[in-house]
């Protein structure tokens, strides 16, 4: 069992940067690959960024590719998601979701567990 915390949302302006991160509690975080999703109103939750368990493979929705960063810090059990140049297209409550796959995935089916979310809003 995994309890998943999101925090660093908010209001930015366009072209601003926001740092979301993911606290994890609960089994060990190292067995877990890890994953951003985003759900707009009105839209299914997609994909943003995925990391594996070791943080040494990361994949990237290609809306924020060379935008988002996603890294991991195993000994903090927390994820992040460096997000630059915000554009109002980002708004959306993102969430943090584990998988027990060994490197993340885009599907939601195959995450296990899932944060609250926290809500980003990019005004333009």
């Known amino acids: 069992q995994v309890h998943l915390v999101e925090s660093g949302g908010g209001l930015v302006q366009a072209g601003g940067s926001l740092r979301l991160s993911c606290a994890a509690s609960?089994?060990?975080?190292?067995?877990?690959?890890m994953g951003w999703f985003r759900q707009a109103p009105g839209k299914e939750r997609e994909f943003v960024a995925g990391i594996s368990r070791s943080g040494g493979d990361t994949d990237y929705a290609g809306s924020v590719k060379g935008r988002f960063t996603i890294s991991r810090d195993n000994t903090q059990n927390t994820v992040y998601l460096q997000s630059n140049s915000l554009k109002p297209e980002d708004t959306a409550v993102y969430y943090c979701a584990a998988s027990s796959r060994l490197s993340s995935s885009y599907s939601r089916r195959d995450y296990n567990y899932w944060g609250q979310g926290t809500q980003v809003t990019v005004s333009s």
């Open positions: 609960g089994d060990t975080f190292s067995r877990y690959a």
